[in-house]
T-cell receptor, first 114, second 113 residues
Framework: DQQVKQNSPSLSVQEGRISILNCDYT??????FLWYKKYPAEGPTFLISISSIKDKNEDGRFTVFLNKSAKHLSLHIVPSQPGDSAVYFC?????????????FGTGTRLQVTL | KAGVTQTPRYLIKTRGQQVTLSCSPISGHRSVSWYQQTPGQGLQFLFE???????NKGNFPGRFSGRQFSNSRSEMNVSTLELGDSALYLC????????????FGQGTRLTVV
């Protein structure tokens, strides 16, 4: 049972445009969500997170939106750059206060083209 | 500040053998979690250790085990290796204080032949 789903295995976006990566979850106990970026042969790198008490969190070019009623979150990257090309994982955890047991989605491979 | 260090980076083992992987967390981090990444499955949680105690366990067979030492370093062991155990094994450490992210090492690529 996949509790965190990333239904788009890949996404291609032109440099300078917006990249939108989506994630859905089924477990209503999840209350903390994270996005990780992963390059081949490296471990995931933390990008941005959001608590369930918020609906938006911004950090530079990265913004995460959370829609609790729809159990949906999205990562917006604006503007997209070639160096953003990587696999992006959405992750969720519960209860609040521990990020040590994360449930990951299967990832979306983002390709930013020139 | 040094990151999470995993050793070895690459490992080739034969079916039926056992293997031990090592993880040194970020200094000051007391929680260590292990994940298995296989193509198409994403990252699957194996277990978490905090203060030398296993706190959470994922849905993996008993062949997968781990431990944590007093200096927070952790090892995971897989016995009676199967071909399907070939994967990237990732270790993550975190503070466990408030809402915080987990920091990952580069992983150990295990190939079982």
């Amino acid at each position: 049972d996949q509790q965190v789903k990333q239904n788009s295995p890949s996404l291609s976006v032109q440099e300078g445009r917006i990249s939108i990566l989506n994630c859905d979850y089924t477990n209503s106990m999840f209350d903390y969500f994270l996005w990780y970026k992963k390059y081949p042969a490296e471990g995931p790198t933390f990008l941005i997170s959001i608590s369930s008490i918020k609906d938006k969190n911004e950090d530079g070019r990265f913004t995460v939106f959370l829609n609790k009623s729809a159990k949906h979150l999205s990562l917006h990257i604006v503007p997209s750059q070639p160096g953003d090309s990587a696999v992006y994982f959405c992750a969720a955890s519960s209860p609040t206060g521990t990020a040590s047991k994360l449930t990951f989605g299967t990832g979306t491979r983002l390709q930013v083209t020139l | 500040k040094a990151g999470v260090t995993q050793t070895p980076r690459y490992l080739i083992k034969t079916r039926g053998q056992q293997v031990t992987l090592s993880c040194s967390p970020i200094s000051g981090h007391r929680s260590v979690s292990w994940y298995q990444q296989t193509p198409g499955q994403g990252l699957q949680f194996l277990f978490e250790y905090f203060s030398e105690t296993q706190r959470n366990k994922g849905n993996f067979p008993g062949r997968f085990s781990g431990r944590q030492f007093s200096n927070s370093r952790s090892e995971m062991n897989v016995s009676t290796l199967e071909l399907g155990d070939s994967a990237l094994y990732l270790c993550a450490s975190s503070h466990l204080q408030g809402e915080t992210e987990a920091f990952f090492g580069q992983g150990t690529r295990l190939t079982v032949v």
